[in-house]
């Protein structure tokens, strides 16, 4: 599997991670045995390595027995999993994912991490009420009101990451921007109850400008493919997947290098920015960074495979 890509081919469980590990039997009880066994059949029949996991969610997402048909049909022609269930288990959440939209990847756990260790030690840039709900305004409009940190979630897909990091840092006011209207409604649906806010645009273009300079966590998993790989990614990527939430441009980093550019105008000093690399994209990424006058530095977590590249608002 190519290292931008997260999703094999429709032959195994997507890394993705929405299969929890379980037993051979329907979880739920609901399906009749007859149902469960040719469910099965048919997904290792058409390759699918987890067949049993993967009936088991279908199974106890489908309504009806021609849902289920209908479902099954879905995943064998290689739907992702997730667009037809509807939702992808992230950082231990039950993140709602439609057709069309980025598929979250377990890879992206680091970044969560590390964006939320990085908000929650943050003195906090703006005041309002203690949920990760807008945010009143900057910190010094108020002194007396409570300080919370401002996380960003630029590229946010189906708002994922800034779902996981809110629930790690609930006191933090969290913004989400996409360009594409799906992910946008989307997000929209799993940040909105949280109390994020979530935009339409590029990149910080749609950013309420009272924002400015009051950042604490940029957090960016912005498309890192570069062009020529996009066409030996999985198929359920290439196929299911908006080029537009794959493709960073020659060397992949295009995006990267536009988020970095703008990322001191709005970050706090000693704000962050934090994106998700592939991991021979370390030091082109790092050059981004450091050539915009942020402090850079690589991180990255053996075993999720995964790197990012961490900038730093010097003054
Ligand atoms: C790799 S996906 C990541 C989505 C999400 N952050 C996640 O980890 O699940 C990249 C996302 O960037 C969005 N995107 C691409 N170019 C953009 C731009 N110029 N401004 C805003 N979003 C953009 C795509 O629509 C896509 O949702």
Do not use: K
């Amino acid at each position: 599997m190519s290292q931008y890509s997260s999703i094999p081919e429709s032959s195994s469980t997507p890394e993705s991670g929405s299969v929890p590990a379980s037993g051979p039997s329907p979880a739920s009880g609901s399906a009749p045995a007859a149902d469960w066994g040719a469910v099965v059949g048919t997904l290792r029949a058409a390759g699918c390595v987890f067949a049993e996991d993967e009936a088991r969610l279908l199974i106890e997402a489908a309504d009806t027995p021609a849902a289920l048909r209908d479902m099954v049909a879905q995943r064998v022609a290689g739907l992702p999993l997730e667009h037809i269930v509807g939702w992808v288990e992230f950082c231990g959440l039950r993140v709602a994912v439609d057709p069309g939209v980025f598929v979250p990847r377990q890879r992206t756990g680091l970044l969560v991490r590390r964006a939320a260790a990085q908000a929650a030690s943050a003195p906090g840039s703006v005041t309002g009420p203690a949920a990760a709900g807008p945010a009143a305004g900057p910190a010094a409009a108020d002194p007396t009101a409570a300080a919370r940190p401002v996380v960003v979630d630029l590229a946010c897909g189906s708002g994922a990451v800034g779902m996981a990091v809110a629930a790690l840092v609930p006191n933090a006011a969290l913004y989400a921007v996409d360009i594409e209207p799906a992910a946008v409604r989307c997000a929209r649906r799993n940040l909105t109850p949280i109390g994020g806010q979530v935009y339409e645009g590029d990149l910080y273009a749609p950013l309420p400008d009272r924002l400015r300079g009051h950042v604490d966590v940029v957090v960016a998993n912005v498309p890192y493919v570069p062009t020529d790989a996009v066409g030996l990614m999985p198929r359920e990527a290439r196929d299911h997947e908006p080029r537009v939430t794959l493709d960073g441009g020659f060397d992949g980093l295009d995006v990267l290098r536009r988020v970095a550019q703008r990322a001191g105008d709005w970050l706090v000093p000693g704000g962050q920015v934090l994106m998700e690399i592939g991991e021979d994209q370390a030091d082109a990424a790092v050059g981004a960074l450091t050539g915009t006058g942020l402090a850079a530095a690589v991180e990255n977590d053996d075993d999720l495979h995964a790197w990012i590249v961490v900038g730093r608002r010097q003054r």
